[in-house]
């Protein structure tokens, strides 16, 4: 059964600092992994998607990678901004439609 | 209204009430889903539907009763619920792709329910 685990549960840093993400999985038998942004009250939104056959995505200031022998991703976010506190989550694809989540990291970025 | 909605988006009741969540999608995707998210727990599916039939069903207690009479909208009928059952309801909504590609899902707010 695959178990995706984030660390850390939370994370405070103060504006303008690059900061990581981690996410680890226990099978590496996986079609993609995403990395979701969760804000209070208004659901999930999808921030990048790497396909097994990828190393890496970028949006903005945004950069995911994904090493699937070792089980593990990171989601890097360079000059923090305020705007960027949320829960982050990260999700394994097992197939077409069935996404296995993790706990999630809770961000926030102090002004 | 665009994207995926969800009513209510907060929901009290008692163990032995009889209440309904309902989704709808805007997005004209043919594939709709239930999640839960409870306090400490990773978001769990529960439910999928593509083209209105049930195509997943992830163990969940049948207290928990899905609906998806078309493609736009799904409910989560609910009866006899536990103190546990307390979490957030979550639906979300994808177009099913062919030949191995994976569906992008996008979800609703969520309902979030408390059970007395």
């Known amino acids: 059964k695959q178990e995706v685990t984030q660390i850390p549960a939370a994370l405070s840093v103060p504006e303008g600092e690059n900061l990581v993400l981690n996410c680890s999985f226990t099978?590496?038998?996986?079609?993609?992994l995403q990395w979701f942004r969760q804000d209070p009250g208004k659901g999930l939104t999808s921030l990048l998607l790497?396909?097994?056959?990828?190393r890496e995505q970028t949006s903005g200031r945004l950069n995911a990678s994904l090493d699937k022998s070792s089980g593990r991703s990171t989601l890097y976010i360079a000059a923090s901004q305020p705007g960027d506190s949320a829960t982050y989550l990260c999700?394994?694809?097992?197939?077409?439609?069935?996404?296995?989540f993790g706990q999630g990291t809770r961000l926030t970025i102090n002004p | 209204e665009t994207g995926v909605t969800q009513t209510p988006r907060h929901l009290v009741m008692g163990m032995t009430n009889k209440k309904s969540l309902k989704c709808e999608q805007h997005?004209?995707?043919?594939?709709m889903y239930w999640y839960k998210q409870s306090a400490k727990k990773p978001l769990e599916l529960m439910f999928v539907?593509?083209?209105?039939?049930?195509?997943e069903n992830n163990s969940v207690p049948s207290r928990f009763s899905p609906e998806c009479p078309n493609s736009s909208h799904l409910f989560l009928h609910l009866h006899t619920l536990q103190p546990e059952d307390s979490a957030l309801y979550l639906c979300?909504?994808?177009?099913?792709?062919?030949?191995?590609?994976?569906?992008?899902?996008?979800f609703g707010p969520g309902t979030r329910l408390t059970v007395l």
């Open positions: 997005l004209g995707h043919n594939a």
């Open positions: 539907y593509n083209f209105k039939e049930q195509t």
């Open positions: 999700a394994v694809g097992q197939g077409a439609q069935k996404l296995v």
């Open positions: 790497i396909q097994s056959s990828q």
């Open positions: 979300a909504s994808s177009q099913p792709q062919w030949g191995g590609a994976t569906d992008t899902q996008y």
């Open positions: 099978d590496s038998a996986i079609y993609n």
